[in-house]
């Protein structure tokens, strides 16, 4: 049987797994940080309208600027952050990742590099490579935060053409300030991407990385409808920026990317925006009261802006993983020694978490000195 070291691979992608989170059988999954809130009725309905009504053209090639679902999304930026966002300032694709990946083919490639502040967004470095872009890992604090300082000066060793920063991040959960995202981007002469994925999570008070786009043309946000929307199985990801870095991904991007079905289901979820994100707030809720109760079993978390709490420490955090899933709940081992990630799920959900992780936590936290 031919295997991958048989066929003539690149030599940089040799060795590499791909991505993935184990879908293995548990009656809470809590890994993949999904919104675990069903879709409204109501707007089950209109989308069984608005795709029969663009299944009527399926013969012809859809919008390839996909300009209608451009401006509902800049109108949807403009209405949460306060800040003013022009259709031209806004770029769509299949999923947050396909964003990502047009911005290393436009601002990467051979011979240049991508830095992030891992630990991170795994799929960052993966893209990276699978573009041809190599890859630096930038220093986070012992408390998975990003010391400005210290985040700077390696920018401008390094001279990166694209800087990577997860605002909330990813997997660890907090929000970065402002000031910080300001600091690097004045630290480079390339591009600067903020990837705000759990962005509509954040605690109250923390404002999007959109408020910093005027006069910074070589800043990026970038979001999806996968988490607060609840639509993961849609593949909608966006950005907004400077329309220069619009016409820059034009010339990377793949002929009539968006399907007509992909853009008319993102624009009937975005007439729904209110309705979908109440579960927001829900959602917010179950997170911090995992965040609360996770002290009385003697463990702890970092703080999470996201639909996401990390949570140690453990002696042995696959063990304690392994425990978990023994008891029905599928939480993330991200590799992070001592640390797991579980998603926030309904009340229920979280309810069977607790009480698994209440027989877990006596067997597999960590001592003092561990």
Do not use: C
Not at 72 to 84: K, P, Q, V
Not at 178 to 204: I, K, M, P, W
């Amino acid at each position: 049987m031919t295997s991958l070291e048989d066929l003539p691979l690149r030599p940089e992608l040799r060795g590499r797994s791909p991505y993935g989170a184990p879908q293995v059988p548990a009656a809470h999954r809590l890994n993949t940080n999904e919104n675990p809130h069903p879709l409204p009725a109501e707007l089950l309905a209109d989308l069984g309208a608005a795709l029969g009504h663009a299944a009527l053209e399926l013969n012809r090639y859809p919008d390839r600027d996909a300009t209608a679902l451009r401006t509902d999304l800049a109108a949807y930026l403009s209405h949460t952050s306060g800040e003013i966002v022009a259709p031209a300032q806004v770029w769509a694709a299949n999923g947050s990742n396909e964003v990502l990946q047009q911005i290393l083919q436009a601002f990467g490639g051979a011979g240049r590099t991508a830095l992030g502040f891992t630990p991170s967004y795994s799929m960052h470095p993966i893209i990276a490579a699978g573009t041809g872009t190599a890859w630096v890992d930038g220093s986070r604090a012992p408390d998975f935060g990003i010391d400005r300082a210290a985040a700077v000066a390696q920018v401008r060793d390094v001279a990166p053409h694209v800087v990577f920063v997860t605002s909330p991040n990813n997997p660890t959960g907090t929000a970065v300030d402002l000031d910080t995202v300001a600091a690097l981007y004045d630290a480079t002469e390339g591009v600067v991407v903020v990837d705000e994925a759990y962005a509509e999570f954040a605690r109250t008070g923390t404002p999007s990385a959109l408020t910093l786009l005027p006069g910074r043309p070589r800043l990026i946000v970038s979001r999806t409808m996968s988490k607060a929307f609840g639509m993961a199985g849609l593949r909608l990801g966006y950005l907004a920026a400077d329309p220069a870095v619009v016409d820059a991904l034009q010339l990377v991007r793949l002929p009539y990317h968006l399907s007509s079905l992909t853009q008319a289901a993102a624009r009937t979820a975005l007439a729904h925006t209110d309705a979908l994100l109440a579960t927001v707030d829900a959602v917010r809720g179950q997170r911090d009261r995992i965040v609360d109760a996770l002290p009385g079993l003697g463990l702890t978390s970092v703080a999470s802006d996201a639909n996401f709490v990390l949570f140690g420490r453990f002696a042995d955090a696959p063990a304690a993983w392994r425990a978990l899933l023994d008891r029905g709940v599928l939480v993330r081992d991200v590799g992070l020694p001592g640390w797991l990630r579980v998603t926030a799920g309904t009340a229920e959900e979280t309810t069977a978490f607790l009480t698994a992780l209440g027989e877990v936590a006596p067997d597999h936290r960590a001592t003092l000195g561990d």
